[in-house]
């Protein structure tokens, strides 16, 4: 067991004159998707946001964690249209911000805060649970990995860097193509790119019959390329940064 904290989401006005304080995207436009295609969420160079087929449960998962989404166990609370209408977002703020050495620039989740507010009327409090937990452990006690498991050599803050010098997104991977860096998940499948062991619980607590938070007990330190596979459960299949 251990002690979690849950976001509790509500559909109304809170925030009001402290909203103004918060940075905010200098652009920002919602559709609402009725196409369908790929479950998509991009922190890019440039300040760039583009979420593609997402539920707005999935927007204030990438909003209120930092640097990783929340799992959707980790939210309670909103309507049940929060889990069935789909949005596509394309947000920019102004100039570049710097990202972190593990995730996004910590500006953007505070500006895709400040839309949702807006846009959503969207008010969260946080709350403390007591919950089951799976640990992520070692299986060989002489602490080799699995076939699928290799340490990375890919820098992922130069590619980043040459992205932003060059003005524009890094391309997205090609189907079956392992991203660089980050993770590609469908069904039956996780593949991911100088992944830290954060990044890999956090997307193992978001996967279909886990449900639960995932904490790291193996030890690893540094970034790995990483490919699962498994008897999937039906999944519309997501793309992760």
Same mark, same amino acid.
């Given at each position: 067991?251990?002690?979690?904290?849950?976001?509790?989401?509500?559909?109304?006005?809170l925030?009001?004159?402290?909203?103004?304080?918060?940075?905010?995207?200098?652009?920002?436009?919602?559709?609402?998707?009725?196409?369908?295609?790929?479950?998509?969420?991009?922190?890019?160079?440039?300040?760039r946001?583009?979420?593609?087929?997402v539920?707005?449960?999935?927007?204030i998962?990438?909003?209120?964690?930092?640097?990783?989404?929340?799992?959707?166990f980790?939210m309670t609370?909103? !309507?049940?249209?929060? %889990?069935?209408?789909r949005?596509?977002?394309? @947000?920019?703020?102004? =100039?570049? #911000?710097? &990202?972190?050495? *593990?995730?996004?620039?910590?500006?953007?989740?505070?500006?895709?805060?400040s839309?949702l507010e807006?846009r959503?009327?969207?008010?969260?409090?946080?709350?403390?649970?007591?919950?089951?937990?799976?640990?992520?452990?070692?299986?060989?006690?002489?602490?080799?990995?699995?076939?699928?498991?290799? !340490?990375?050599?890919? %820098?992922?803050?130069?590619?980043?860097?040459? @992205?932003?010098a060059? =003005?524009? #997104?890094? &391309?997205?991977p *090609?189907?079956?193509e392992?991203?660089?860096?980050?993770?590609r998940?469908f069904?039956?499948n996780?593949?991911g790119?100088?992944?830290?062991?954060?990044?890999?619980?956090?997307?193992?607590?978001?996967?279909?019959g886990?449900?639960?938070?995932?904490?790291?007990?193996?030890?690893?330190?540094?970034?790995?390329?990483? %490919?699962?596979?498994?008897?999937?459960?039906?999944?519309?299949?997501?793309?992760v #940064?």
């Open positions: 067991m251990r002690r979690l904290l849950l976001v509790a989401i509500g559909l109304v006005v925030f009001g004159a402290a909203r103004a304080q918060r940075p905010m995207f200098e652009v920002a436009t919602i559709k609402q998707n009725k196409e369908g295609g790929p479950f998509r969420i991009f922190f890019q160079p440039g300040g946001f583009v979420a593609t087929n539920t707005l449960r999935a927007l998962g990438a909003a209120y964690g930092t640097p990783q989404p929340l799992p959707d980790q609370g909103g !309507p049940k249209w929060l %889990d069935t209408d949005f596509d977002v394309t @947000a920019k703020a102004a =100039g570049d #911000p710097a &990202p972190e050495s *593990q995730g996004p620039p910590p500006t953007m989740f505070l500006m895709l805060q839309m807006e959503f009327q969207l008010k969260v409090h946080y709350e403390m649970k007591d919950v089951p937990i799976f640990a992520l452990v070692l299986l060989r006690a002489d602490g080799k990995l699995g076939p699928q498991v290799h !340490p990375s050599a890919t %820098d992922c803050a130069a590619l980043m860097a040459a @992205a932003r060059s =003005g524009a #997104p890094p &391309p997205l *090609q189907p079956g392992r991203p660089p860096c980050g993770a998940m069904p039956g996780l593949s790119g100088a992944m830290t062991m954060a990044q890999l619980v956090n997307g193992l607590a978001r996967m279909p886990v449900n639960r938070q995932v904490v790291d007990k193996t030890g690893l330190a540094g970034a790995f390329d990483i %490919d699962l596979t498994w008897t999937p459960d039906a999944w519309t299949g997501a793309t #940064p």
